[in-house]
């Protein structure tokens, strides 16, 4: 059961409704009324942004779940406030909820650019591509503020290092021109994330990210840049975003989209109860089919965190909606797998008065 909200508090487009501790919390915090009959003034909850000063900003994994190994996140938290994000539990290591403080309590790391130059030059560096928005979005809206992004970016051109990147944020396209130059040496791609065409569920389900219609856009217009673009129909909701599939990757592969992939829901930790709660909210008729369907793929309950099950689930069910995708992507002409980034060009980009090589 998740703690009632605060009733002095006004929310403005945010996904989550409540502030549930974390699970290394030691208590729990609930409100009491303290006698007095003056009322408390209303209060619209406000986005909160501190910065960060990490040692270093590659971060390594080693799951065989994900096609990388390293990966950048300049943001901790997402005012995109999707519901289900999987990256909401990351905000308990930071003694915060993954609730609404996940999506109003962000933290930045502003020299993440100069970070990086430092650990990619290190002699014992070994290339690789590095992913982006592997964690929370690079682009969520605060980026059209701080604009860490473009010296990330500027930093990996320089020195011809494969990147891909995962976002839903429209703040891409004002990078357009250093992604464009990336694709031009076959040194990136870019996910979209489209869960949904339907505005209205897109609204209530990822209250602050772009309107489908815009993430199509984003399709376009990269695309027309010259730089790939894959759709990732993310997350696959049984019952509530499912029957979309086959008119998602039509829609992506008219703007231009050239790969696809799908990722069915996932709900770790905190997440399975927030969900439940934005059901019982937004969804009441349709909340214990969506569940039921969401156990039936993973083993009867809520979430599945075994490696080589969690990103993909289990039964009969997904196996046919997973078929149903790979006969729309074939019918509509993606192409199979993914594209191989060029590592061969890396190297210190040369500084004035240096010689440079013939070839």
Request: charge should be positive.
């Amino acid at each position: 059961m998740l703690p009632p909200r605060d009733p002095d508090e006004r929310l403005k487009a945010r996904g989550s409704d409540t502030r549930p501790e974390g699970r290394f919390e030691l208590y729990q915090r609930q409100r009491e009324h303290d006698g007095w009959d003056i009322p408390e003034e209303e209060r619209l909850l406000q986005t909160e942004v501190v910065t960060e000063q990490p040692r270093s900003i590659i971060t390594r994994n080693s799951s065989p779940d994900v096609p990388f190994d390293r990966s950048i996140n300049p943001y901790r938290g997402c005012e995109h406030g999707c519901i289900y994000c999987y990256a909401r539990p990351s905000h308990a290591y930071l003694g915060l909820s993954p609730g609404l403080d996940f999506e109003t309590k962000i933290t930045a790391k502003p020299d993440a650019a100069k970070l990086l130059e430092r650990e990619i030059g290190r002699p014992s560096y070994k290339v690789a591509p590095i992913a982006l928005g592997t964690n929370t979005d690079p682009y969520q809206p605060i980026e059209s503020k701080l604009a860490i992004m473009p010296g990330i970016l500027r930093v990996l051109r320089d020195w011809n290092h494969p990147v891909t990147l995962v976002t839903r944020g429209r703040t891409v396209l004002r990078d357009v021109d250093l992604w464009a130059e990336l694709a031009a040496k076959d040194m990136t791609f870019i996910g979209i994330s489209l869960t949904t065409l339907d505005a209205g569920l897109a609204r209530a389900m990822e209250p602050r990210a772009p309107t489908p219609e815009t993430r199509l856009k984003m399709i376009r217009e990269l695309s027309r840049a010259g730089v790939p673009v894959r759709v990732m129909v993310a997350p696959v909701i049984p019952v509530l975003t499912e029957p979309e599939i086959e008119t998602i990757l039509a829609a992506a592969r008219e703007a231009g989209a050239k790969m696809a992939s799908m990722i069915p829901l996932r709900l770790p930790y905190e997440v399975a109860p927030l969900f439940r709660d934005w059901l019982e909210r937004h969804r009441p008729g349709m909340a214990a089919h969506i569940m039921n369907r969401v156990q039936a793929m993973r083993g009867g309950k809520d979430n599945d965190p075994r490696f080589g099950h969690r990103f993909r689930g289990e039964g009969i069910e997904i196996k046919l909606t997973q078929q149903r995708f790979r006969l729309a992507r074939k019918r509509l002409g993606y192409s199979e797998g993914s594209i191989a980034l060029d590592s061969s060009r890396f190297g210190r980009p040369p500084k004035a008065g240096d010689q440079l090589s013939l070839f």
